[in-house]
């Protein structure tokens, strides 16, 4: 199985801030990799597809890059709405798996 | 607007079966694979498998093959996936998703998906 690895597991942060988030596969999957934004009690939300292409009515300060086994994720501007837990997903091989999440906490 | 709409919460002993459904609505619903994601308390998200909504065929992760069950209503537009002999460690928020297919592999012969409409999940309970 592809290990996915966050970092950090944990970020704090102030509104208006520019953050980034690290996925690393334990293996190449070249551009196949999406990010997925959760809030406390929901389902999460897609945010990116194919490591940087932004879904449609995702505010454009969310940003991602990289590609084999480097990703990022980049929120530029951090709003309120944005503290919240952030997790990659390979979808390169079965089975498909998710890095363990990174929490964004408002400083 | 695409939604995908579960069933309530569930408690089961060790060893029962439980059965979570997924409505959906919105759209075709025979022209996206549904796939579920169980998350256990305060964990990660793990993939259980997908299921085709056009025919049938499903691909479930090795870890649960075995106790592991998808099937579709096409009449009422609901997926279903049942979970049989189930342990502590299966108590998890279960989720359904309509997947998106990434690209076509030609190695396995089947597409590849992330997950792009999310149920609002099922609490299931595993406790004696």
């Known amino acids: 199985d592809i290990q996915m690895t966050q970092s950090p597991s944990t970020l704090s942060a102030s509104v208006g801030e520019r953050v980034t988030i690290t996925c690393r596969a334990s293996?190449?999957?070249?551009?196949?990799l999406a990010w997925y934004q959760q809030k406390p009690g929901k389902a999460p939300k897609l945010l990116i597809s194919?490591?940087?292409s932004l879904e449609s009515g995702v505010p454009s300060r969310f940003s991602g890059s990289g590609s084999e086994t480097e990703f990022t994720l980049t929120i530029s501007g951090l709003q309120p709405d944005d503290f919240a837990t952030y997790y990659c997903?390979?979808?390169?091989?079965?089975?498909?798996?998710f890095g363990q999440g990174t929490k964004l906490e408002i400083k | 607007q695409v939604q995908l709409v579960q069933s309530g919460a569930e408690v089961k002993k060790p060893g029962a079966s439980v059965k979570v459904s997924c409505k959906a609505s919105?759209?075709?619903?025979?022209?996206?694979?549904i796939n579920w994601v169980r998350q256990a308390p305060g964990q990660g998200l793990e993939w259980m498998g997908w299921?085709?909504?056009?025919?049938?065929?499903?691909n479930y992760a090795q870890k649960l093959q075995g106790r592991v069950t998808m099937t579709t209503d096409t009449s009422t537009s609901t997926a279903y996936m049942e979970l049989r002999s189930l342990r502590s460690d299966d108590t998890a928020v279960y989720y359904c998703?309509?997947?998106?297919?990434?690209?076509?592999?030609?190695?396995?012969?089947?597409?590849?998906?992330?997950?792009?409409?999310w149920g609002q999940g099922t609490l299931v309970t595993v406790s004696s």
């Open positions: 299921l085709s909504a056009h025919n049938g065929n499903t």
């Open positions: 919105g759209y075709t619903f025979t022209s996206y694979n």
């Open positions: 998703a309509r997947a998106l297919p990434g690209y076509y592999d030609i190695l396995t012969g089947y597409f590849q998906y992330y997950f792009e409409y």
């Open positions: 293996q190449s999957i070249s551009s196949w």
């Open positions: 194919k490591a940087s």
């Open positions: 997903q390979q979808y390169n091989s079965y089975p498909y798996t």
